[in-house]
């Protein structure tokens, strides 16, 4: 299966990412699994060189960490493959900037910024061309990025209208609970790298006295009824799809074995150091080797480079351009 997603190094990763997207992931890898760190994504930020270097690398080792195998897949960074840019421009000339403005991740963030990056706004069409370049089935993502996936749909399905049938049209896909993990001190907010605060993210690099802390000062109402409901009881709700997306059950199996948010709370905390103290182990010993992460980027390019060049040329040649 033909599977392709991308993640920005824009931080520690956090639960968020992790459940509802990276252990996707390493579910669907097999040798025809994409996986990209889309570091020119991250230039729509204001990250420092030397941070975005760091941060590129040490997303590998907590790739690595969380069970993805370069044996298995192909992990690789977009910039090193240069067909990502190029696509992208071809693809903002079917994209409309009707359809960019209607973007509610754009809107949101453009929202924040005074004078934001002309990059914010055709982000979308970039994310496309990472898609449609692997000729992806299946994109593993969270819920957030559902709506940039309907425009990759459109876009695809209007070149091919347009051209000639060029390009697959990818289906996205969502795991069944924690698709969209909330901040745990703002429960209508999504858990976000930018905007939650500390105690609102568990990262894979808590420890775990952290991760108990966040999780028992995790913020719920205070009538003590264990119950699955986002309309009423949001923070716990959330609690309990994290909780259900470790162990495997529904969220409402879970809520069914507690009578207290305290005991929910400390079960959910062991539940979540299991998970991830040892990823934080494997991830420094990942860390330590950087001479490694570089090798295996390189590598992943070269791979990934000789399926997005046949892509690109094809989309190249079908709108007229010499080559
Ligand atoms: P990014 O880097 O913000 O997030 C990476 C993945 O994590 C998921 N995610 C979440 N899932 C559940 N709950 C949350 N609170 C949460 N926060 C983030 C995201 O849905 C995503 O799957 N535009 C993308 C990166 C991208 C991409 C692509 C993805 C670029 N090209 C091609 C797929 C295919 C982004 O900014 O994700």
Request: net charge negative; with cysteine.
């Amino acid at each position: 299966m033909r599977v392709l997603s991308g993640i920005q190094p824009s931080g520690t990763m956090h639960l968020g990412n992790y459940l509802g997207a990276i252990k996707q992931w390493v579910r669907a890898q097999n040798p025809e699994a994409y996986y990209c760190i889309v570091d020119l994504h991250a230039l729509t930020l204001d990250i420092s060189p030397t941070q975005l270097q760091e941060q590129t690398l040490s997303l590998l080792a907590e790739l690595l960490a969380s069970g993805l195998d370069v044996e298995e897949c192909t992990i690789f960074l977009q910039s090193q493959v240069s067909y990502h840019a190029q696509l992208s421009w071809l693809l903002e000339c079917v994209a409309t900037y009707g359809e960019l403005t209607r973007m509610t991740q754009f809107k949101e963030k453009g929202s924040r910024q005074e004078g934001f990056r002309a990059g914010l706004f055709t982000y979308p069409v970039l994310m496309a061309s990472d898609i449609l370049l692997y000729d992806a089935q299946e994109v593993p993502v969270g819920d957030d990025q559902r709506q940039h996936l309907e425009l990759t749909r459109n876009i695809a399905e209007r070149f091919n209208n347009r051209y000639g049938e060029t390009f697959k049209v990818p289906r996205g896909v969502q795991p069944p609970s924690a698709a969209r993990v909330m901040d745990l001190q703002e429960p209508t907010n999504k858990m976000s790298k930018s905007v939650s605060s500390d105690l609102g993210k568990v990262l894979l690099t808590d420890s775990p006295k952290d991760i108990e802390k966040k999780i028992k000062k995790a913020v719920t109402d205070n009538d003590n009824d264990v119950h699955y409901d986002w309309e009423t009881k949001p923070g716990l709700s959330n609690l309990l799809e994290i909780y259900s997306s470790i162990s495997s059950e529904t969220p409402q199996q879970v809520a069914q074995r507690y009578e207290r948010y305290g005991d929910l709370k400390n079960d959910l905390a062991q539940v979540l150091i299991a998970e991830i103290e040892p990823i934080t182990k494997r991830y420094f010993e990942y860390l330590n080797d950087p001479a490694e992460l570089s090798r295996i980027l390189h590598q992943g390019a070269q791979k990934a480079s000789a399926v997005a060049k046949g892509t690109y040329e094809r989309a190249a040649k079908a709108m007229g351009l010499l080559g």
